[in-house]
């Protein structure tokens, strides 16, 4: 799949390089923001939960993004879609036919924790 000529643009923001504190702790680098034009975004199905965690409502809402094949999108990266910071949930996917060499979008189950 090729970018989407009237898909939108996403930023996959990945952790930095760790290094060492002067204690010897890991510590994260300043992430990297690395924009994907040409993609689509929709809703996941059945994803909305609420629940109720000491006297506050959570609530768990999830999209789908479909970037172009060959993306790099990996579990410990974050989606900004619209304003808000998505986090990966899980590992994506991608498809190449072995009859015909096409390929399909890379695909990325993203998901949103409020509350």
């Known amino acids: 799949m090729r970018e989407l000529p009237l898909g939108d ?5 990945r952790p930095g390089p760790s290094s060492e504190d002067i204690y010897g702790n890991d510590t994260p680098g300043p992430p990297t923001e690395i924009p994907v034009a040409g993609c689509a975004i929709a809703p996941r199905d ?3 939960t609420n629940e109720n965690t000491d006297a506050r409502d959570t609530v768990i809402t999830g999209l ?5 094949y060959g993306a790099d999108i990996r579990p410990t990266d974050q989606v900004r ?3 808000q910071l998505y986090e990966v949930d899980g590992q994506s996917g991608s498809f190449r036919s072995p009859f015909t060499g096409s390929t399909g979008p ?3 189950a993203l998901k949103l924790v409020t509350g």
């Open 9 to 13: 643009t996403v930023v996959v923001v």
């Open 64 to 68: 789908t993004l479909y970037a172009p």
């Open 81 to 83: 879609v619209g304003g």
């Open 106 to 108: 890379v695909v990325a």
């Open 46 to 48: 059945g994803t909305g």
